[in-house]
């Protein structure tokens, strides 16, 4: 009886290599084991804290911290180093993710608790005229608001939008864009009562000290808005792929048809994002239209002519000096806060809904 070599080596190597790949594969946790050491680290700490007193901050990172630690020695001893790193880091940023979302969860359950008791008819179609106490609403200060947003973004974006475009497409490194540039930086972090005191100031110069008038309120939350919607409308050119206008330059096309064409189409998304950034930085803003645009309890839609009434003005003054009884002026004042917050989202609903239609199709 012969013996083949060649089948007792092929028998040897599968031998080898199939024991060099049972030592390259490690046990792992099984799926309900990380779901257990959670509970059981909420039932410990619950435990300890409910007999030396209990806390719900001290609960919740305890728990946390407990589990963390916990996981990572589990892991360690049937994973190995690296996958028990793994899921520590997994732990931390999970954690710092939920820990970000409870101050926006928490304004969000508050304003919508506390404004939802006069978010009815009443408030969106009546005004402030002659209403003493209970009734009224915010129908002048949602006019006003939506005018004189509206107004800014019609002199921001514009200006906004082209000057990005210079700094991008024609600035370069010239003396001017860099000062257009420092200039907007400095315009970016200048507080909102400034810009209010600045359109108070020129405005004065025409009309005397006494103005109020809600085109200058525009005109202070313009001074805010311009500066956002350049820095994000020039990043966002800025991402555009060089080989796209290389390509249309190679075409014979304008520069200026190539920026109409394909630069600003290709970035759409992302300048449509930002100008709803810029628009909700400014549509929250008090002390500027406190100053400039002042305080009425009627109807104003004339934004040349008199007083206007605007949402953040409105919840401020019903929040700061309620009348009596103070119930009503404090229910109207998160009810406006709330319609505010609901217009903001809104506002998002419409930046994507533009982004999606002109975004460029890839198909």
């Known amino acids: 009886m012969t013996i083949d070599t060649e089948t007792v080596q092929r028998e040897r190597l599968k031998s080898r290599s199939g024991a060099e790949s049972t030592s390259l594969v490690r046990a792992e946790l099984p799926r309900w084991a990380p779901w257990a050491v959670f509970a059981g680290s909420l039932v410990l700490v619950g435990g300890l804290l409910a007999i030396t007193g209990f806390s719900i901050g001290l609960f919740v990172v305890g728990s946390v911290v407990l589990y963390a630690?916990?996981?990572y020695a589990l892991s360690r001893v049937v994973e190995g180093g690296r996958k028990a790193t793994d899921r520590l880091v997994t732990i931390v940023v999970t954690s710092a993710f939920a820990v970000a979302l409870i101050p926006l969860i928490s304004v969000l359950v508050t304003v919508i608790g506390n404004g939802i008791a006069r978010f009815d008819a009443e408030?969106?179609?009546?005004?402030?005229r002659g209403v003493v106490g209970e009734g009224g609403g915010a129908y002048h200060a949602i006019m006003g608001t939506?005018?004189?947003?509206?107004?800014a973004a019609v002199m921001s974006i514009p200006i906004g939008l082209l000057t990005a475009v210079y700094l991008v497409e024609y600035g370069g490194r010239t003396r001017l864009s860099k000062a257009i540039t420092f200039f907007v930086d400095v315009?970016?972090?200048i507080p909102s009562i400034v810009a209010g005191l600045f359109a108070f100031a020129l405005f004065a110069l025409f009309f005397g000290p006494g103005v109020r008038m809600g085109f200058a309120g525009a005109v202070a939350l313009s001074v805010l808005m311009i500066p956002v919607v350049v820095r994000a409308t020039e990043e966002m050119l800025k991402i555009v792929?060089?080989?796209?206008?290389?390509?249309?330059?190679a075409l014979g096309t304008p520069k200026w048809r190539t920026i109409v064409k394909i630069v600003i189409p290709t970035s759409i998304a992302g300048i449509a994002s930002?100008?709803?950034l810029a628009v909700a930085r400014v549509i929250g803003e008090t002390a500027p239209l406190l100053i400039i645009a002042g305080l009425t309890t009627s109807v104003n839609l004339n934004p040349f002519d008199g007083?206007?009434?605007?949402?953040?003005?409105?919840?401020?003054?019903?929040?700061?000096a309620p009348g009596v009884p103070r119930d009503p002026y404090i229910d109207r004042a998160w009810a406006a806060a709330l319609v505010l917050i609901i217009i903001v989202l809104l506002l998002n609903l419409v930046a994507r809904l533009i982004a999606r239609l002109f975004a460029p199709k890839t198909r």
């Open 123 to 128: 408030f969106f179609s009546s005004s402030m």
């Open 146 to 151: 939506l005018i004189i947003t509206g107004l």
């Open 69 to 71: 630690v916990v996981t």
């Open 187 to 189: 315009m970016t972090g």
């Open 241 to 249: 792929p060089n080989e796209l206008r290389e390509a249309a330059y």
């Open 307 to 320: 007083r206007m009434a605007t949402l953040p003005v409105f919840s401020y003054t019903s929040y700061a």
């Open 274 to 276: 930002g100008v709803t």
